[in-house]
């Protein structure tokens, strides 16, 4: 059975920062890609960064979060991280970790989301 468990979330001030983890299980974590999407009220869910499967090399990110956040991924641990500094109120939403596979076929898993708000 396939899980993904995101962790990390919370309420953080303007210009705060916030680590996100996601553990996964039931999966062999190397495999696959990993991102981190986000889906605020009213929005549709977007993708924020992507790790490659392998050890992450040319993880890529959105505009809106390059240079604030960065996405690791620690495959002894089976976990993806996202460290998000300088956080803004309009990254307030809920966070979703994803893991896709590709090969003969695709893949592809959701975890249940964390909320992280942004708000003084």
């Known amino acids: 059975q396939v899980q993904l468990v995101e962790s990390g979330g919370g309420l953080v001030q303007p210009g705060g920062s916030l680590r996100l983890s996601c553990a996964a299980s039931g999966i062999i974590f190397s495999t696959y890609t990993m991102a981190w999407y986000r889906q605020a009220p009213g929005k549709d869910r977007e993708l924020v960064a992507r790790?490659?499967?392998?050890?992450?090399?040319?993880?890529n990110y959105e505009t809106f979060v390059k240079g604030r956040f960065t996405m690791s991924r620690d495959n002894a641990k089976n976990t993806v991280y996202l460290q998000m500094n300088s956080l803004k109120p309009e990254d307030t939403a809920v966070y979703y970790c994803n893991a896709v596979y590709r090969y003969h076929g695709t893949l592809n898993y959701w975890g249940q989301g964390t909320q992280v708000t942004v708000s003084s």
């Open positions: 790790s490659p499967w392998g050890d992450g090399t040319g993880t």
